[in-house]
């Protein structure tokens, strides 16, 4: 039997860490194969196992699930706050700063975890039946970005997948570039409807409001549709009230959406998680 491979355990700081490394290794020594191990101490794992037991182990990242993605989210910001961000110097173009943050944290998470990155096809950006989330990057000027309009049930119900919203401050100088991200915002797809529609139908129903009086409503408000669309809709809304939503959604091409109010809802609401630097 080989020696066990503690020499360089020093590198790993918090003692459960160190722990976790003594069961993974002893793991190793009763069978061969593969082994899905804590992200904290994968490169240091995976070099013990190739320079000091020389035998081929497959390391398997774990599974991103929402909570890592929402912890991961934090800490990419913490990060890229402090960084020279020297490919943006100069640049005013907010897509060209969104798309820009949303490679850069899609990279941080293919770097730690399993998780699927998704296409103009797929719509979303992390389209994996557990994610289902969409990335957003804008700038504390003026919180607010598109989306893909679906259907008018959108703007009542919800999008259908759950918002990361990234709000940055950007500041120049002639050789830097800070990113101070001043908010990170996780919308749970049940929280992605308009505000102020959900909570005036919300009222109506609760007042008891006829189905007259709910298509009399959507038209006042131009939510988009005809006349079947507006029967649906109130059948609906009646006897499935909407939760509460905290967008504002503005008709157009696309869904605008701004994010003002759900940014800074302090963690009061269930659904969305929030943090401000």
Same mark, same amino acid.
């Given at each position: &039997?080989?020696?066990?491979?503690?020499?360089?355990? +020093?590198?790993?700081?918090?003692?459960? +860490?160190?722990?976790? &490394?003594?069961? +993974?290794?002893?793991?190793?020594?009763?069978?061969?194969?593969?082994? !899905?191990?804590?992200?904290?101490?994968?490169?240091?794992?995976?070099?013990?196992?190739?320079?000091?037991?020389?035998?081929?182990?497959?390391? &398997?990242?774990?599974?991103?699930?929402?909570?890592?993605?929402?912890?991961?989210?934090?800490?990419?910001?913490?990060?890229?706050?402090?960084?020279?961000?020297?490919?943006?110097?100069?640049? #005013?173009?907010?897509?060209?700063?969104? #798309?820009?943050?949303?490679?850069?944290? %899609?990279?941080?998470?293919?770097?730690?975890?399993?998780?699927?990155?998704?296409?103009?096809?797929?719509?979303?950006?992390?389209? !994996?039946?557990?994610?289902? #989330?969409?990335?957003?990057?804008?700038?504390?000027?003026?919180? %607010?970005? !598109?989306?893909?309009?679906?259907?008018?049930? %959108?703007?009542?119900?919800?999008?259908?997948?759950?918002?990361?919203?990234?709000?940055?401050?950007?500041?120049?100088?002639?050789?830097?570039?800070?990113?101070?991200?001043?908010?990170?915002?996780?919308?749970?797809? !049940?929280?992605?409807?308009?505000?102020?529609?959900?909570?005036?139908?919300?009222? &109506?129903?609760?007042?008891?409001?006829?189905?007259?009086?709910?298509?009399?409503?959507? %038209?006042?408000r131009n939510v988009p549709g005809d006349e079947?669309?507006?029967?649906?809709?109130?059948?609906?809304?009646?006897?499935?009230?909407?939760?509460?939503?905290?967008?504002?959604?503005?008709?157009?091409?696309?869904?605008?959406?701004?994010?003002?109010?759900?940014?800074?809802?302090?963690?009061?609401?269930?659904?969305?998680?929030?943090?401000?630097?």
């Open positions: &039997m080989l020696p066990k491979p503690d020499v360089i355990l +020093h590198h790993i700081r918090p003692t459960g +860490h160190r722990l976790l &490394m003594y069961i +993974h290794v002893d793991a190793f020594y009763q069978k061969s194969g593969t082994i !899905s191990i804590e992200e904290p101490i994968r490169l240091y794992y995976n070099i013990i196992v190739l320079l000091c037991c020389g035998k081929e182990l497959t390391i &398997m990242k774990p599974v991103l699930t929402i909570a890592e993605l929402i912890e991961s989210a934090r800490r990419f910001c913490e990060i890229e706050s402090e960084e020279n961000h020297v490919t943006l110097i100069g640049v #005013t173009d907010g897509k060209a700063v969104g #798309t820009y943050v949303e490679h850069k944290f %899609q990279h941080f998470l293919q770097s730690r975890y399993r998780v699927e990155i998704g296409n103009s096809a797929k719509g979303i950006d992390l389209p !994996s039946a557990g994610i289902q #989330t969409d990335i957003k990057v804008t700038s504390i000027t003026q919180p %607010q970005s !598109s989306c893909p309009f679906k259907n008018a049930r %959108q703007k009542i119900y919800g999008l259908g997948y759950h918002l990361l919203v990234f709000v940055y401050d950007k500041r120049d100088t002639d050789h830097s570039c800070t990113l101070h991200f001043t908010h990170c915002t996780f919308i749970n797809k !049940s929280r992605t409807a308009d505000f102020t529609i959900t909570k005036r139908l919300r009222e &109506m129903v609760s007042d008891g409001a006829n189905k007259e009086d709910i298509i009399g409503f959507l %038209q006042d079947i669309v507006y029967n649906d809709l109130a059948d609906e809304i009646i006897h499935d009230p909407p939760k509460q939503g905290y967008l504002t959604i503005s008709n157009a091409l696309q869904w605008r959406l701004q994010y003002t109010r759900v940014i800074t809802l302090n963690n009061l609401v269930k659904g969305v998680v929030n943090y401000e630097w």
